[in-house]
């Protein structure tokens, strides 16, 4: 699946690449004179780059993302731009190249929900992009409801979530199920929703003020694992963060869950999938349990 942020941020630093431009003499060599037999050479100087490791990096980096994408005439001309960097005519390459990259740059979403479509498969009872969206209205309205902030508990919070996602469908809260933590007795899910009286999506949120490790373990386990025997197609996390530093407290969030050894084989990497909202953010990751495709959802919220 294409990684937009990152072949957004690639775009983004194309005014650092035109900065590689350096100034190269070739030497170009005229026909015979037949009054002397001698071939007379003279040199022309132009802007090149092809040479320059930062611009063979960004380069390699911008080919690895879009290849991703097959089938696509415009990706196509994108790619063999990009590949055929060689001294001569750099200056007008990059220019065509600079011009439908910030093209591209408009139209990423577009190829975002086309991967998606094709590396996911929806539960026919509640489709993915359905209770995402569900999911994405209910933690917006959450963080616009001024009755919640960081004084704020992890069980109200879940109990917000809970009332919202209940207009919509079957909810179950606090549905005791499974092992609890400490492994004795039956333990007690966040949130379940069912489905034709069968659990299709299991719920977990928790609140944090840093990259609580354990804190996020115990939560994780709890929606993958220990609260979930029959393995449901969907898997929520939804972290409620009182960090100040959002931009830095979600990012060290999206590394530890990237590194993060889940208790099933990973069939993709942890992906950042665009929000379109600053203060709240979504992260996706598809494991293999038992030949059935897991979806795990991440979710991060700035309270504040």
Sequence with gaps: MINIDRVKKLIDQIPEIKALFRPQ?????????RATGQRKKSSFEFQTIYKQPEFLKWKDQLCFELNKIEGDNYI????????????????????????KLNVLRDHLEEYSDNCSETQ???DSRIPEKEICDKVLRSMSKLQR??????????????????????????????????????????GEVDIQICADGLPVVMIEGVKIASLEKDALD???NKV??????NGCPYAFLLIYTTVKN???????????????????????????????????????????????????????????
Aim: hydrophobic content about 30%.
């Design 120 to 122: 996911i498969e929806d």
């Design 246 to 304: 959002f931009d830095s407290g979600y990012q060290k969030i999206l590394d530890y869950f990237q590194g993060y050894g889940y208790p099933y084989n990973r069939v993709t990497d942890l992906e950042d999938v665009p929000t379109g909202y600053a203060e709240l953010k979504h992260a996706q990751i598809i494991l293999n349990r038992n030949n059935q495709k897991t979806r795990v959802h991440i979710w991060t919220a700035h309270i504040v």
């Design 224 to 229: 993958l694992t220990k609260y979930d025997p």
């Design 25 to 33: 003499n070739f030497q170009m060599f005229a026909p015979c004179d």
């Design 76 to 99: 196509d001309e994108i790619m063999k731009l990009l590949t055929n960097f060689s001294g001569l005519g750099d200056e007008g390459r990059f220019e065509k190249l600079e011009s």
């Design 218 to 220: 115990t939560h994780i």
């Design 145 to 186: 409801n001024h009755n919640y902030n960081i004084e704020s508990s992890e069980d109200t919070m879940n109990d917000y979530i809970r009332d919202l996602l209940d207009e919509s469908y079957i909810v179950k809260d606090q549905t005791r199920q499974g092992e609890s933590e400490a492994g004795e007795g039956a």
